[in-house]
């Protein structure tokens, strides 16, 4: 059972911890907090909710813990600045979604849904005060990341250095077991481990998992943009996946599948690995369309059997990238982007002109990039 319930595991401390835990008898109380920074759940966010589904399938329960108000200050882990502040509307959005798409992985009837401001906004002074003499500035500084920026004489708000001990009292509150995470987090997991000592309760177990690296070689990060979002269109995430290099589908099996990638021809590995991930979030006949639309469009090269529709804008010419931004909910410098660099198509031929007549991009099929296509249609 511990080896289910640590595979892909980077840290488990204490050593020993995590059996002396299992021996209480009880269901474990397993943590998980998210800042809600972006609204969309990444593959790569998924590793860790994958090792809580595991607690879960073992009758343990799996606590959530929604940082809405940690996000109001922003996890330093792995940052040279100090993290944008979001709107109230946009972390209770964002906290939303979280919740429905970690469904996708996690047992949703054995998770407690928890929200840090529960606790947090309730501190008065004389608490707060009680939890900043639970460690010294001289341990906070020792964090790689202030370190880092402490030497290069980068500023470090005070909100950032009370930040790990906002994550810790987060154990406090809901008494976790094990905190799961990224190796990014283990200095806040472990000072959770020394808060929650001081507060005299029992300290968790640390487990933490490596991140997924994307196509490009960098972490998956809904920020960078290099990501698959857990309930993203099917053909994306399909498309998507067919993009990572065969040097990464030893790791991405790994941390995802769960088990070693399949022997013989790497086209066909990573054409499998696409119908997993497809079929965990949309299911099988999903992941079928999918593969098929993928055939048809990426490797064929030909326009998918249905494409969608889309007003034709005002004017003639009509001004392209404009058009091509409302269409596919791109920028208007990426739409320019792609037309320059050749990316768009119509009929199949190539299109570099900004400005084309109305009457023939309402007769196109038009692409751009491998995967987007629409038609666009006279609205009166």
């Known amino acids: ?21 299992l021996k209480l008898g009880r269901p474990l ?63 209770d959005r964002n906290a939303r979604r979280f919740v429905d798409q970690a469904s996708t992985i ?34 906070i500084l020792e964090r790689d990341d202030f370190s880092k920026r402490l030497e290069a004489r980068e500023p470090i708000s005070v909100s950032e250095l009370l930040y790990p001990l906002m994550q810790a009292y987060d154990s406090v509150a809901v008494r976790a077991d094990v905190e799961l ?29 490596r991140y997924l690296d994307s196509w490009d070689g960098l972490g998956m990060s809904a920020s960078r943009g ?16 067919m993009r ?31 119908r997993w991930i497809v079929a965990r979030s949309h299911g099988e006949e999903a992941a079928r369309a999918a593969e098929a639309h993928f055939t048809r469009v ?8 249905e494409v969608a529709e889309t007003p034709l804008p005002d004017g003639d010419p009509v001004h392209l990238p404009a058009a091509l931004a409302a269409a596919f909910g791109l920028s208007t410098s990426e739409a320019r982007r792609l037309i320059v660099q050749g990316g ?12 084309v007549d109305r009457a023939i991009l309402s007769k196109a099929t038009v692409q751009a990039g491998k995967r987007r296509f629409t038609r666009f249609r006279e609205t009166g």
Do not use: C
């Open 244 to 274: 990572i290099p065969d040097s990464l589908l030893r790791q991405w099996y790994e941390l995802l599948v769960e088990r070693d990638v399949p022997d013989g021809d790497p086209m066909q590995a990573k054409l499998e690995l696409a």
């Open 344 to 355: 768009v198509r119509f009929d199949g031929e190539v299109v570099r002109e900004l400005d």
């Open 29 to 91: 109380r397993v943590k998980l907090g998210i800042d809600v920074t972006a609204p969309n759940v990444t593959l790569g966010n998924g590793v860790p909710l994958q090792r809580m589904a595991a607690f879960q399938r073992e009758g343990h329960i799996g606590v959530l813990i929604i940082g809405d108000y940690t996000t109001r200050i922003g996890d330093p882990s792995g940052r040279s600045a100090e993290r944008p502040i979001l709107s109230d509307e946009e972390i």
């Open 106 to 139: 996690i047992d949703r009837d054995r998770t407690e849904i928890r929200f840090n401001s529960e606790w947090l906004s309730k501190l008065d002074f004389a608490e707060i005060l009680r939890l900043t003499r639970t460690t010294t500035v001289a341990q």
């Open 181 to 209: 995470g990224g190796t990014d987090q283990l200095y806040n997991i472990l000072m959770g481990r020394e808060v929650m000592s001081a507060y005299g309760i029992e300290p968790q177990i640390a487990l933490t998992v």
């Open 226 to 241: 290099n990501y698959i979002g857990l309930r993203e269109e099917a053909e994306e995430q399909f498309g998507k996946t």
């Open 1 to 21: 059972m511990i080896e289910a319930l640590t595979r892909n595991a980077v840290d488990v401390l204490p050593a020993g911890g995590l059996e002396e835990k």
């Open 298 to 305: 990426v490797r064929e090269g030909q326009a998918p059997e």
